[in-house]
């Protein structure tokens, strides 16, 4: 008996068992599911039909350089570019995806050195994990603003890439999404991203990157080994950096942040010199308006803002579980630590003013930050 018979029986035998009538939804889905995942050819594309008229890019056979993926095979529309679709080829220069197609899935086009330029349509929602990585001859994407989803590693390993545009609806910067993208000057974080989840970094050329009011937090390794980013402003919403973001960056790196902020708190912990960017020049007591870490000499600057009649401003640190006062005849409003604290410990500092004869203590420990040694 051959395998068509025998198929055909154990469907009679499914239909009707006991004289019971069983449902055929389930023996038809069943049929769709094992023919929808054969593999077909059509000219350069070897293809697998999804669901009603619509199939999916398995892979590329042919040799151009420049390819425009068709939106139809066999009258049926092009949806999607399957995992590995392009994977390793090292033949094309440009590629345009159609109109229609909606997800670009994992490593489609990954390692394809010689891929300079691709043509993303109006439509796409999802580019997944790795699929462009390692394109090494990639110079710029830009992509449309109905891209809802990148995945990881996206465009990580793509040297040459120094343009690009991210889709106004995305919510979050997976990780590695541009890592090792060593030709990447300038960056823009889209308005409506919450989140950017880590290891945004080893960007070797990033001189300035925008991230926006919406951004509530960066994850570890954000934005650090980027040797050439010397300034980076943090919106206020940001609620949680953490370690080790913003390290080992240009020498004279500096974090632009808010008053109270916890990119302020996270600065003073992990010795990152920064600027408070929305303190007045004059305030009712002393307020933080920069701190300035030397790692040579381990010791630490600060500047904060002036009171209206202090007479003199004094420094006191909290130790051994006491306020002892370092320095009560500063005429200025900048302090200099002393030279060679211990790195990684971390002193409780507090500033007070002496207005009328009359040292505001109650203020300046209300206000006390903690500064951590570089």
């Known amino acids: 008996m051959n395998n068509k018979k025998i198929v055909a029986g ?3 035998l499914t239909f009707v068992f006991d004289g019971v009538v069983m449902p055929k939804p389930a023996v038809n889905s069943a049929v769709i599911s094992a023919s929808a995942s054969k593999e077909l050819t059509c000219g350069d594309y070897k293809y697998i039909r999804i669901g009603d008229g619509n199939v999916k890019i398995a892979k590329y056979i042919g040799t151009d350089t420049i390819i425009e993926i068709p939106n139809k095979i066999n009258g049926m529309a092009v949806t ?23 997800t670009i899935d994992s490593e489609a086009f990954y390692g394809c050195l010689n891929l300079e330029s691709i043509s993303l349509p109006k439509g796409l929602i999802s580019i997944r994990y790795m699929a462009f990585s390692q394109c090494k001859s990639l110079v710029g994407i830009s992509m449309p603003d109905s891209v809802t989803h990148i995945g ?4 990580s390993g793509c040297t040459a890439l120094g343009d690009v545009k991210l889709s106004a609806k995305l919510t979050t910067i997976p990780k590695c999404v541009f890592q090792f993208c060593s030709s990447l000057e300038s960056l823009e974080i889209p308005e409506g991203v919450r989140t950017i989840d880590g290891y945004l970094n080893y960007l070797d050329s990033l001189k300035s990157i925008s991230l926006p ?3 509530t937090s ?6 650090c080994n980027c040797k050439n980013l010397k300034e980076l402003t943090v919106p206020a919403n940001v609620e949680s950096i953490k370690a ?5 960056n240009h020498p004279d790196f500096v974090l632009n942040c808010y008053n109270g902020s916890a990119a302020e708190n996270y600065v003073l912990e992990n010795a990152i010199n920064f600027n408070v960017i929305d303190t007045k020049e004059e ?11 030397n790692s040579e000499f381990h010791q630490f600057r600060l500047r904060w803002t002036t009171v209206k009649g202090a007479e003199k401003y ?19 409003t900048v302090y200099t630590s002393p030279k060679n604290l211990v790195p990684g410990k971390s002193y409780k500092v507090a500033i007070a003013a002496r207005v009328n004869g009359k040292w505001d203590t109650s203020n300046a420990i209300k206000n006390a930050v903690n500064v951590t040694i570089k």
């Open 10 to 12: 154990l469907l009679a």
């Open 218 to 223: 960066l994850d570890s390794n954000s934005l």
């Open 314 to 332: 004094g420094i006191a640190v909290y130790l051994a579980g006491k306020w002892k006062i370092q320095n009560q005849n500063i005429t200025d």
């Open 152 to 155: 990881i590693s996206c465009f």
């Open 283 to 293: 305030t009712l007591h002393p307020t933080l308006s920069s701190v300035r870490f």
């Open 244 to 248: 080790p973001s913003f390290t080992r």
């Open 213 to 215: 009011e919406s951004l």
């Open 80 to 102: 999607s570019i399957g995992d590995s679709a392009f994977k390793c080829n090292l033949n094309i220069t440009a590629v345009t995806v159609p109109t229609g197609v909606s």
